[in-house]
């Protein structure tokens, strides 16, 4: 990419390919055991956002419109229309660049998504001086420390190996960008309702679980009457991250049961 390297993880052979977008903190390998679970119809292709797992971070913001784009040439080599499927704030990613791409998403399933809010003030832009120091130095000492601090995490979580590393190698300048400019933006709300407007005649699948406890349930009830003609799939546990802890079994049936792809 002109500002640097997106690494791009595969898997499946089928023809109906999905972008799986992974939400904050996470990358492409969030989506490992999509492709099983999905089954032959699907191949899947998920990036590592700028920033996050094994891409670069780049100099600009990594904000809505920067991963927008980012996302555009991973859809073009592998043959649109797309089934786009995000977790967390991949999933407002996702409708957002889904929405602004007409045609490009026949199905978008978003899973455990925050609603956008405009409550914190803490744009980025305005980090500069001393406001900095603290945040930046945290951070670069969690990172060094992260190989040692995730063993245990690896050993008793339930999550992959892989995705605990993954998660202490993002960009603090990407996570923060990503963060507003997905989730605590004014004027997101806007966006996000032109964007769900778009998508009117799109399978649109939202999917939490009833015991999470970093997406509000009111969060699921604003996506609803953005999105009116979605389905819902509500787990009774699972958290935040139901889709590792079931290993996609949750949502195989939706897109088994999508005409995408299919003769006629």
């Known amino acids: 990419m002109p500002w640097g390297r ?10 109906v ?4 977008v992974h939400g904050l903190g996470g990358s492409g ?17 998920a990036p590592d956002l700028g920033g996050f797992g094994g891409s670069s971070a780049p100099a600009e913001p990594a904000d809505r419109t920067f991963h927008g784009h980012a996302l555009d040439p991973v859809v073009e080599e592998a043959g649109s229309p797309v089934v786009v499927i995000g977790h967390s704030l991949g999933g407002v990613l996702g409708l957002l660049w889904a929405g602004s791409r ?6 978008l399933a978003m899973a455990s998504s925050p609603f956008p809010s405009s409550k914190p003030d803490w744009e980025p832009a305005r ?9 930046r130095t945290l951070v670069s000492a969690t990172k060094t420390v992260w190989p040692v601090l ?6 008793l979580g339930p999550y992959p190996a892989q995705v605990v590393r993954d998660y202490g190698r993002q960009s603090l300048r990407s996570r923060v960008w990503t963060l507003w400019s997905l989730w605590g933006e004014p004027g997101l709300e806007v966006e996000v309702r032109a964007a769900a407007n778009a998508l009117r ?8 679980a009833d015991d999470d406890r970093s997406v509000a349930a009111t969060d699921f009830e604003r996506w609803a009457a953005f999105l009116p003609g979605a389905e819902h799939l509500r787990v009774p546990t699972g958290g935040h991250q139901f889709l590792l802890r079931d290993r996609f079994a949750s949502i195989a049936p939706w897109l088994q049961g999508l005409a995408v792809g299919d003769p006629g």
């Open 17 to 20: 390919p999905i972008l799986a």
């Open 29 to 45: 390998r969030y989506w490992d055991g999509l492709a099983e679970a999905a089954g032959d119809r699907y191949r899947v292709l």
């Open 6 to 15: 997106l690494r791009l993880w595969e898997a499946g052979e089928g023809p």
């Open 150 to 155: 995730s063993v245990p995490v690896q050993a």
């Open 201 to 208: 005649r799109t399978s649109v699948l939202l999917a939490y």
């Open 102 to 107: 007409a045609g490009s998403a026949p199905a």
């Open 127 to 135: 980090w500069s001086g001393r406001r900095r120091i603290v945040p």
